[in-house]
């Protein structure tokens, strides 16, 4: 009986070692088998990843390369913007510079065309009184003794009246000269003023400048105190300068509905201007 329980023993332990070895060697093959697809999701991930770097790397070159260009837009059309401006403010005071001239030859073309004709009718009186004088002379000259002497009085008298006459006409003439060289001396120092006014403001547009700074140089060109004979050229100058200060002040309104406030800057509204298109590049 003994060894009959013992040999089932041995059996049954003979089994169980086998089982156990059948089981083990499947763990062992499925554990195998998950290591081998854990190493190749691994090498997949490995994989993907090194895609996305690459991917990412090249990303962040076109972006940089963009934003180079950006900046290099950027810079473009601020030098081209601020080269139109100062085209136009030199256009502008061209047509000023050259309006100024064109009406100063004008004005003085009219003067002398009035001194050379004063100056020519002096000339024909004087020249009449001379006249005068020898027939006065050749008539006494030529007379007989025997023409009355009262008659003779009333010619004198009637020459020296009209050389008294010829006088005063040459007196009212030369204070008439007198008067309209002081008139164009006038003129000329007031174009002058004018247009020293006109040169300092385009200096003055050179700078940048706001509306307030750009208004009181304005005030300063109209309160001049010039000659009521330049007013015609004065007033065309303060109506276009006028609608330069309501463009820019148009312009600051514009970057105030934007957030940009420059009121209290002195950088001026062209300076607010490249700030808002440096923003507005930023955004898009």
């Known amino acids: 009986i003994s060894k ?9 332990i003979s089994n169980l070692q086998r089982d156990s070895s059948q089981v083990l ?9 998950e290591i081998a697809n854990l190493k190749k999701e691994g090498e997949k991930l490995r994989r993907n990843q090194a895609l996305t770097t690459g991917l990412v790397t090249s990303l962040q ?8 260009r950006i900046l290099q837009l950027k810079l473009s059309a601020d030098k081209v913007k601020k080269e ?5 403010n030199q256009i502008w005071a061209l047509g000023i510079s050259k309006a100024l001239n064109y009406f100063s030859q004008l004005f003085y073309t009219e003067i002398r065309i009035v001194v050379k004709n004063v100056s020519l009718h002096l000339l024909s009186h004087s020249f009449q009184v001379k006249m005068g004088m020898s027939s006065l002379f050749c008539a006494f000259i030529s007379s007989s003794p025997f023409i009355p002497f009262c008659q003779l009085m009333e010619k ?10 010829i006088h005063e006409e ?22 002058a003023v004018l247009k020293k006014s006109l040169d300092e403001f385009q200096a003055f547009l050179k700078t940048s400048y706001c509306s307030s700074s750009l208004k009181r140089e304005i005030c300063n060109i109209q309160d001049l105190c010039i000659d009521p004979s330049v007013l015609w ?12 200060l309501s463009w820019v002040e148009a312009m ?13 800057s002195d950088k001026g509204s062209w300076f607010s201007f490249s700030y808002l298109m440096c923003n507005f590049f930023s955004i898009y």
């Open 4 to 12: 009959q329980v013992w040999f089932k023993c041995g059996t049954k």
């Open 25 to 33: 060697c499947h763990s062992l093959s499925e554990r195998d088998l």
């Open 61 to 68: 070159r076109d972006i940089s390369a963009k934003e180079q």
């Open 84 to 88: 139109n401006r100062e085209k136009d």
């Open 156 to 165: 004198i008298k009637q020459i020296t009246d009209e050389n008294l006459q």
């Open 170 to 191: 040459e007196k009212l003439l030369q204070e008439e000269i007198n008067s309209k060289a002081s008139e164009e001396k006038e003129v000329s120092e007031s174009v």
């Open 233 to 244: 050229i004065h007033a065309p100058v303060i109506e276009i300068l006028s609608s330069l």
């Open 252 to 264: 600051e309104h514009l970057l105030q509905d934007v957030g940009i406030d420059m009121s209290c």
